[in-house]
């Protein structure tokens, strides 16, 4: 979940602020980027050195970059640059001066300017967390929306033992994670998808199939984890790694597997994407052992297989958005509508071979989406990530309506 997101992170002075060249680490290892805002207390604890080495950017501390030559830092650009404002460790005193509005420090200034949520993981001694004006200002700065990660209990710079540690870096990454999840528009809806190719068994060792990479599925499968869906991948033969994230990763082999695996997760699911190459059809008596070539036939006879998109078209509840593929090499308008119409469709997702760049074992693909109510969106040729972006923002009209 922090893949791609903007953590912008202040540090403050407490002795915690050692850890927050782990926390730093511990994010940018999650997938995210990660810029650091230092007060001039945390610089007498840890050096902007070192954040800088370990996130590859220069560390803000200061509203005038050289002051000979009057040159001064933007705090505004860096609110607006980021996806978040997570302030670990924040001490007494910062979160006091979050509360009156304070500007006075460079750390301060980003925070006022900032239009991104602000995090704040507190860090200071029991007494000073028990103390009510700490209590008073965390449920104020709560009530601004200000997202506490709670400190833990355990030994104390003081000596003292109790409630006022920051929290460990490994678990506010958890804490940004689950935070980046549930504030995700796709948060707690379910997606289904199934891709690649399937194998047709003809004997032990030979098969039929078809050249889909299964590229396009495993990126729309990306695209809905990254707005918070649980994305359940059903998966043909491939060479992929599933997406970070997925909330359940089935691998199958044939037509049939998939069907089965596809049609047991189908009801719960809000949205369900068949971007499978599915065999139409399968060899009627496949052996199970190797045929040695003398014994190979003249012909094989298949049985169509059952088909997964006309099976959800025809069990789905109004709530329910179900999307088909047609990959095409003529007629692909015509054929995609009859598709839509034939498998009970929401919004069939065209690709013609005709095309350059598109289709299968491509890393680009050119598509033109079809809905129900009559509606297309063509598209440009692009990137699978891409056109895997362009199908979700299209559905989502749908699917949070
Ligand atoms: N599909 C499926 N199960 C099958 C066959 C197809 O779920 N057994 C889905 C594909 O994942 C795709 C859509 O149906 O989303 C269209 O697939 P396609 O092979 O183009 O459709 P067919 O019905 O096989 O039509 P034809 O081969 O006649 O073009």
């Known amino acids: 979940m922090l893949e791609n997101k903007r953590i912008l992170l202040g540090i403050t002075g407490s002795i915690a602020a050692y850890k927050s060249a782990l926390l730093a680490r511990e994010l940018q290892r999650r997938g995210a980027e990660v810029r650091v805002v230092m007060s001039q207390a945390a610089i007498d ?110 030994p104390l710079a003081s000596g003292l033992d109790g409630k006022g540690r920051m929290a460990e870096p490994e678990h506010i990454a958890d804490w940004m994670e689950k935070w980046f999840r549930d504030a995700a528009p796709l948060s707690g809806r379910r997606v289904l998808i199934t891709a690649g190719p399937t194998h047709e068994p003809i004997d032990a060792v030979r098969f039929i199939g078809n050249r889909s990479s299964g590229k396009m599925g495993y990126a729309l499968a990306e695209a809905f984890i990254q707005l918070g869906a649980d994305v359940l991948l059903i998966s043909g033969p491939v060479q992929l790694n599933p997406p970070a994230g997925v909330h359940e990763f089935v691998k199958v082999e044939t037509a049939q597997d998939m069907y089965d695996a596809a049609m047991a997760r189908f009801e719960g699911c809000d949205v369900a994407v068949a971007a499978a190459a599915v065999a139409d059809a399968r060899p009627t008596t496949p052996s199970d052992r190797k045929l040695h070539k003398g014994e ?67 890393d680009t693909n050119r598509i033109t989406i079809f809905e129900k109510n009559g509606d297309s969106h063509k598209f440009e040729l692009k990137s699978k990530a891409k056109v895997a972006e362009d199908i979700v923002t299209t559905l989502l009209k749908r699917i949070l309506s």
Request: charged share 15%; with cysteine.
């Open 45 to 154: 604890f840890i050096t902007p050195l070192t954040l800088a080495t370990l996130t590859g950017h220069r560390v803000y501390s200061d509203f005038t970059e050289n002051k000979d030559q009057g040159t001064w830092t933007n705090h505004v650009d860096l609110g607006l640059w980021a996806d978040a404002f997570l302030i670990a460790p924040a001490t007494a005193q910062t979160l006091s001066s979050m509360v009156q509005g304070s500007g006075d420090s460079f750390l301060l200034a980003v925070h006022l300017s900032s239009r991104c949520p602000v995090i704040v993981a507190p860090a200071m001694d029991l007494d000073m967390f028990t103390h009510p004006a700490t209590q008073e200002n965390l449920s104020t700065l709560a009530q601004r929306g200000v997202g506490i990660i709670e400190p833990e209990s355990g």
């Open 296 to 362: 190979l036939p003249a012909a094989i006879a298949l049985e169509p297989t059952l088909d997964i998109l006309a099976a959800w078209g025809k069990n789905k509840t109004p709530t329910q958005t179900v999307v088909g593929f047609a990959l095409e090499t003529d007629n692909g308008e015509a054929s995609a509508k009859s598709k839509l119409e034939r498998k009970q469709a929401d919004f069939i997702v065209l690709n013609t071979t005709a095309d350059e760049g598109a289709g299968f074992g491509t």
